[in-house]
Nanobody
Framework: QVQLGESGGGEGQAGDSPRLSCGAS????????MGWFRQAPGKGREFVSA????????YYGASVKGRFTITRDNAKNTVYLQMNKLKHEDTAVYYC???????????WGKGTLVTVSS
């Protein structure tokens, strides 16, 4: 059974640069793409970033491109999201995701809350 566990959320201020981590278990980590989505209060889920199996390709949503960086360490079964120059509008629950057999992001973690005060 695939399990994802996020960490690194909390309260911060605009301009901070926290890093989120997501540990995965239940299958061969390096065999699957990983990603992050987020959901702000009262809004729908938004794509944040994704990374392919070996980390050679990364993708970003328009609102975070240039500020956030996704990386992965296949030896540690962990994906990271480095968040730089946080803005108040980055306040959201951040979910770690990974692909299922069909290639879509079928597995989701429970999420970690990031709150940014302006």
């Amino acid at each position: 059974q695939v399990q994802l566990g996020e960490s690194g959320g909390g309260e911060g201020q605009a301009g901070d640069s926290p890093r989120l981590s997501c540990g995965a278990s239940g299958r061969t980590f390096s065999g699957y793409s990983m990603g992050w989505f987020r959901q702000a209060p009262g809004k729908g889920r938004e794509f944040v970033s994704a990374i392919n199996r070996n980390g050679s390709n990364t993708y970003y949503g328009a609102s975070v491109k240039g500020r956030f960086t996704i990386t992965r360490d296949n030896a540690k079964n962990t994906v990271y999201l480095q968040m730089n120059k946080l803005k108040h509008e980055d306040t959201a629950v951040y979910y770690c995701v990974t692909e299922g057999g069909s290639g879509s992001m079928d597995y989701w973690g429970k999420g970690t809350l990031v709150t940014v005060s302006s």
